[in-house]
């Protein structure tokens, strides 16, 4: 399995930028690559998924204002987020996997980072 590892959370006001990357310990380019949050007391959901093609997929709540992308000579993916909200305060993880299936919760998980945003 690819290990995974998250960076760059930390806390943000209202409508600032932030973000986040995820590096693995080996080859990203034959992975689906994914972002997904978790709020407490909620679900993990999916936030934006990119395949090895290339091809996006955002949640509604985060089209326009998220960015997803990947760099495979670094292994390495990103998540750009802009016109936080408080509602995006969650842990963050990055997901490796094999099918772009996205709604299931399968694949290689990193530890997570914490985004807070707050006045």
């Known amino acids: 399995q690819v290990q995974l590892v998250e960076s760059g959370g930390g806390l943000v006001q209202p409508g600032g930028s932030l973000r986040v990357s995820c590096a693995a310990s080996r080859s990203i380019s034959g992975y689906a690559m994914g972002w997904y949050r978790q709020a407490p007391g909620k679900q993990r959901e999916l936030v934006a998924g990119?395949?090895?093609?290339?091809?996006?997929k955002y949640a509604d709540s985060v089209k326009g204002r998220f960015t997803i992308s990947r760099d495979n000579a670094k292994n390495t993916m990103y998540l750009q987020m802009n016109s936080l909200k408080f509602e995006d305060t969650a842990v963050y993880y990055c997901n490796a996997r094999l099918r772009a299936i996205w709604a299931t919760l399968f694949g290689s998980w990193g530890q997570g980072t914490q985004v807070t945003v707050s006045s």
């Open positions: 990119i395949t090895s093609g290339g091809s996006t």
